[in-house]
């Protein structure tokens, strides 16, 4: 079973503040994932990392950032939260090896900015 | 632009009634497909996947899929509906030159009626 936990499930902060949304997998996999899912329709992903001190943007442009100082952990943060980031924020990761490797999803954040 | 569509962002089925959920990709080079199923309030787990090989493709929960470039497409079906298959449905492909990253359909939100 997969192994990758967000913290936290629900988060509901004011315009303005920083955030950042944890993610973490005990998995060993060098490749992690954010995808932003709005209600209803498909997840587009918006931060991408191959294993330490390695990130790319998605294909969706996205105000947040991310770091990969160590293996497991994968955080995205927003400076400053606004209405247009509530969303629900999806981390997976995968094995670095042949192109259809999995990816394994965690739980998800969902994120309401008022 | 490679992109992935799910006809039917709704269907709603019997309890033991067939299962279809169409999948079609949009690229001249075949992809790895794959079917992944999210529960409400979870994360995305996946169902079944193609990479080579037999195009029959047998998954978790008696869910199976078809490949077949000649249509590009890749139906997700299940003989018998169980209560426990409502849920959102996605259908993701993914190609050799691009690092394993998933493109999504919509999804399909599938009910279950008694």
């Known amino acids: 079973e997969a192994d990758i936990y967000q913290t936290p499930r629900y988060l509901v902060i004011g315009t303005g503040k920083k955030i950042t949304l944890e993610c973490s997998q005990t998995?060993?996999?060098?490749?992690m994932y954010w995808y932003q899912q709005d209600p209803g329709m498909e997840l587009h992903l918006i931060h991408y990392?191959?294993?330490?001190?390695?990130?790319e943007k998605g294909d969706l442009s996205s105000e947040s950032t991310v770091s990969r100082i160590r293996t497991e952990h994968f955080p995205l943060t927003l400076e400053s939260a606004r209405p247009s980031h509530t969303s629900q924020y999806l981390c997976?990761?995968?094995?670095?090896?042949?192109?259809?490797?999995?990816?394994?999803f965690g739980p998800g954040t969902r994120l309401t900015v008022l | 632009a490679q992109s992935v569509t799910q006809l039917g962002s709704h269907v709603s089925v019997s309890e033991g009634a067939l299962v279809l959920l169409r999948c079609n990709y949009s690229?001249?080079?075949?992809?790895?497909l794959f079917w992944y199923v999210q529960y409400p309030n979870q994360g995305l787990q996946l169902l079944l996947k193609?990479?080579?090989?037999?195009?029959l493709v047998k998954g978790i929960n008696g869910f199976e899929a078809e490949f077949k470039k000649s249509e590009t497409s890749f139906h997700l079906t299940k003989p018998s509906a169980h209560m426990s298959d409502a849920a959102e449905y996605f259908c993701?492909?993914?190609?050799?030159?691009?690092?394993?990253?998933?493109?999504f359909g919509q999804g399909t939100e599938l009910s279950v009626k008694p």
């Open positions: 690229s001249s080079v075949p992809p790895y």
């Open positions: 997976a990761s995968s094995e670095f090896g042949p192109q259809a490797d999995t990816q394994y």
């Open positions: 990392s191959y294993g330490v001190n390695s990130t």
């Open positions: 993701a492909v993914s190609y050799y030159n691009q690092g394993g990253k998933l493109i």
């Open positions: 193609y990479t080579t090989g037999a195009t």
């Open positions: 998995m060993g996999h060098d490749k």
